[in-house]
C-alpha cells in the first residue's frame, strides 16, 4: 500500500511498520496495554515479532499533514538522538492512520513516580532528584543549542519525562508539535494542571521560543525538590500555585522549607542552588531567562549564583497574568522582548567567586 500512497522515494532510513504490525504488537490496541494519554495521542505499550518492547503512539485525528510531508518531519525526529531523548524507531502511515513507534522506556514517567500512587514504592533519594534534573537539562539543551533547525520542545512537564530502570531521565513528544494545526495544539487543549508549566509570553501572547521551554523546566525542577504538583496547592494556609509559594519563601530566605518530606537526607546547599536555578528560568521577562547550556553549567557545577540580577517570576493562571509583589517596576517592560540576548548571565550568574 505504500507504494500507491508514496509515489515519491521516503526520505531517510524511517523504519516504516503496517497498521496491522501494531495492532497485533499491541494487541489490537487493546485498554488494557495503554499506558499514557497526551495531547498529541494515545500511548500503548507493544511487543514486536522479534521481541522488542516498544510504546506505540496512535495520533489524534487532528494530525494535519500529507503523507510525504509527514515522513519528511517524522525523518528529521528520527535522526534526533540523546541518550536524554526517548528515540523514535519508526511509524506508520495507512490510510488516515498515524502511529508513532518509540522505544519502551521501563520506569514510566516521572510524574507517576514522583507524584503518583507509586511515589512510595520508589525510593527517590537526591542522587536520583538531581541527576533527574540535571539529565533533563541536557535533553533540552541539545534540542535547543545542537540541531540546526532546533527545536522548542512546548510542552515539558513531568508526564513528558520518562524513566529507564536505572532512573535516567528521557524526554518525549518532542518535534511532534509541527504536525497539528496551531489552533488545536496545547494552548487550547491542555488539560488542568498543566496550567503551572506555562510561560506567561507564551499563554498568553502565542510568543514561542525555547526561553518558554527554559521557563517550564524551571517550574519542572522545583516539582522534583518539593515532591508536589505545579498547580495550584494549599500552601502556607492559601492557595498558591508551586512557583507563586517559591518566591514567597526565596524573599523569606526559608528556601529550604519546599523541600519534600520524603527526602530524609541531602546537601542543603546544592539543593538551595537547584531552588535558585529554577527562579531564573521562570523570571516575568524571557529575555532574562538564561539558555539551556547556562542552566547545564548552573546545575552541574558548584557555583556561586549572582543574585542581584534575578527578578520576579511572571505566573499565568487560566483568569490572566498576576505578577508576584516586589518586583522591579523598570523590568517589567522587558518581558516583551524575547529575542535579546542575555549578556549578563555568562559573566555574572555563574560567576565562580572566590571564597
Not at 504488537?25 to 515479532?49: C, D, E, P, Q, W
Not at 521501563?106 to 514522583?114: G, K, Q
Not at 520576579?312 to 487560566?318: I, L, N, R, S, T
Request: charged content about 25%.
Amino acid at each position: 500500500s505504500f507504494a500507491i500512497c508514496c509515489p515519491e522515494p521516503l526520505p531517510g532510513k524511517i523504519k516504516l511498520f503496517t497498521y496491522n504490525e501494531l495492532s497485533t504488537a499491541t494487541n489490537h490496541f487493546h485498554a488494557s496495554n495503554k499506558i499514557g494519554r497526551g495531547g498529541f495521542g494515545t500511548v500503548y505499550k507493544g511487543i514486536l515479532k522479534s521481541g522488542r518492547q516498544v510504546a506505540v503512539k496512535a495520533l489524534s485525528a487532528e494530525s494535519k499533514q500529507g503523507v510525504h510531508e509527514f515522513l519528511t518531519e517524522i525523518d528529521v525526529v528520527t535522526n534526533v538522538k540523546h541518550v536524554n531523548l526517548v528515540e523514535l524507531i519508526g511509524c506508520c502511515v495507512q490510510g488516515k492512520n498515524r502511529v508513532l513507534v518509540y522505544e519502551y522506556v521501563e520506569n514510566n514517567s516521572l510524574d507517576r513516580a514522583l507524584l503518583g500512587p507509586k511515589r512510595n514504592t520508589i525510593k527517590m533519594d537526591w542522587s536520583k532528584r538531581s541527576a533527574i534534573c540535571l539529565g533533563t537539562a541536557r535533553g533540552l539543551a541539545f534540542l535547543h543549542e545542537e540541531l540546526e533547525p532546533p527545536i522548542v520542545h512546548r510542552d515539558i512537564k513531568a508526564s513528558n519525562i520518562l524513566l529507564t530502570e536505572e532512573f535516567v531521565p528521557k524526554i518525549g513528544d518532542f518535534g511532534l508539535a509541527k504536525f497539528f494545526p496551531e489552533n488545536i495544539t496545547h494552548i487550547s487543549t491542555r488539560v488542568a494542571g498543566t496550567t503551572g508549566y506555562l510561560a506567561p509570553e507564551y499563554a498568553q501572547r502565542g510568543q514561542l521560543t525555547k526561553k518558554a521551554d527554559v521557563y517550564s523546566f524551571g517550574v519542572l525542577i522545583l516539582e522534583i525538590v518539593s515532591g508536589r504538583s505545579s498547580a495550584k496547592e494549599n500552601w502556607g494556609g492559601t492557595q498558591k500555585l508551586l512557583l507563586e509559594w517559591t518566591w514567597q519563601l526565596y524573599k523569606e530566605k526559608e528556601l529550604v522549607e519546599l523541600v519534600d518530606p520524603d527526602l530524609e537526607e541531602y546537601p542543603q546547599d546544592e539543593v538551595v542552588r537547584y531552588i535558585k536555578v529554577a527562579l531564573f528560568c521562570t523570571q516575568a521577562a524571557a529575555n532574562r531567562r538564561p539558555s539551556m547550556t547556562q542552566v547545564v553549567v548552573m546545575l552541574s557545577r558548584n557555583i556561586r549564583l549572582n543574585e542581584q540580577e534575578l527578578t520576579a517570576p511572571g505566573f499565568f493562571e487560566d483568569g490572566g497574568l498576576s505578577r508576584s509583589q516586589g518586583s522591579s517596576s523598570h523590568k517589567k517592560s522587558m518581558s516583551d522582548s524575547t529575542s535579546q540576548p542575555i549578556i549578563s548571565f555568562p559573566d555574572t550568574i555563574t560567576e565562580i567567586t572566590p571564597r
